[in-house]
């Protein structure tokens, strides 16, 4: 019989790109990949809310280290500066996490459905695939490369008045999908998270009581998620020892989506 293989189960001294993370689960996942000994490239829109999950990182400790970047997903030539900032400072790049994104309502019967279409497909689809093309290079050297998409349970299914955040999410499990065939023989892998309601910045604005009546009649674990739960399924999917999970989908969603009554 062959001898037990313990795999490796450590992201210490890998290097990882996290967007949008300067708030919810982007903040949680950098957090986590530093505590666990990862370098970590903090970026988000605004530079000062970089340098402040930055300083939290140092504040609290944490092994890896953190370096702070603007970055606005939707500048194509700014991912690739990013990219190779992140690389040199640490001497290359294992893992990306395209997490940033945005939710605004838009009714298909306004003119101004266009004006969320073209901004969320941009920023939560297109972005992805600039930043793993950008990555690539860098990822082709590394010996534990991991991409992870985040998603939604909206790339599951759909709810109302939401029509162009939905089409973003299906693209992004679809843009999962093909990526893990073109690149698994490389080693590799392409994943994608699902969150159903996570308590965010996103969902911030959604009223407490509207929130508990939700959950309670949509989710199995009959509440909200926190950043940290999802982070932590991120984490799971990046471990070198994750090195045949590929194209794979995963709801983090206290069981929104196998609910249906
Ligand atoms: P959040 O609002 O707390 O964090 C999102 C971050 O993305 C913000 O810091 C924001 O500045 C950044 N961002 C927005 N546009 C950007 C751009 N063009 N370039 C760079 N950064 C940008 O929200 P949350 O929930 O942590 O969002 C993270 C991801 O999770 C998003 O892709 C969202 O669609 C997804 N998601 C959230 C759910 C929730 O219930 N909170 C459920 C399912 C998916």
């Known amino acids: 019989m062959e001898p037990y293989q313990p795999l490796?189960?450590?992201i210490a001294g890998l290097t990882a790109i996290v967007t949008g993370a300067a708030s919810g689960m982007g903040r949680a996942t950098a957090h986590l990949f530093a505590a666990e000994g990862a370098n970590v490239a903090v970026t988000d829109l605004k530079q000062e809310a970089c340098d402040a999950v930055a300083a939290e990182i140092r504040e609290a400790g944490h092994p890896g280290q953190a370096l702070a970047l603007a970055l606005d997903v939707s500048d194509e030539s700014r991912?690739?500066?990013?990219?190779?900032?992140?690389?040199?400072?640490?001497e290359g790049l294992d893992i990306v996490v395209n997490n940033a994104g945005f939710a605004i309502p838009a009714d298909v019967g306004e003119e101004s459905y266009e004006e969320s279409w073209g901004p969320s497909l941009d920023v939560m689809l297109s972005s992805h695939q600039r930043m793993i093309r950008a990555a690539l290079p860098f990822l082709r050297q590394s010996e534990s490369p991991r991409i992870v998409n985040v998603a939604s349970t909206e790339g599951l299914g759909a709810t109302p008045g939401n029509s162009p955040y939905?089409?973003?999410?299906?693209?992004?499990?679809?843009?999962t999908r093909g990526l893990a065939v073109d690149l698994?023989?490389?080693?590799?892998t392409v994943n994608c998270i699902c969150p159903g309601p996570i308590l965010t910045g996103i969902t911030a604005a959604i009223p407490d009581e509207h929130k508990e009546i939700y959950a309670k009649r949509r989710v199995p674990m009959r509440r909200y998620?926190?950043?940290?739960?999802?982070?932590?399924?991120?984490?799971?999917?990046?471990?070198p020892a994750a090195s045949f999970l590929t194209g794979a989908v995963i709801p983090v969603d206290g069981g929104l989506t196998i609910k249906n009554a």
């Not at 698994?184 to 590799?188: A, F």
């Open 79 to 90: 991912i690739k500066d990013v990219v190779s900032l992140t690389a040199a400072q640490f």
């Open 225 to 239: 998620g926190i950043p940290e739960e999802v982070a932590n399924v991120t984490l799971s999917v990046v471990l």
């Open 184 to 188: 698994g023989r490389e080693g590799i």
């Open 8 to 10: 490796n189960r450590s």
């Open 166 to 175: 939905v089409a973003a999410k299906h693209g992004v499990i679809g843009l």
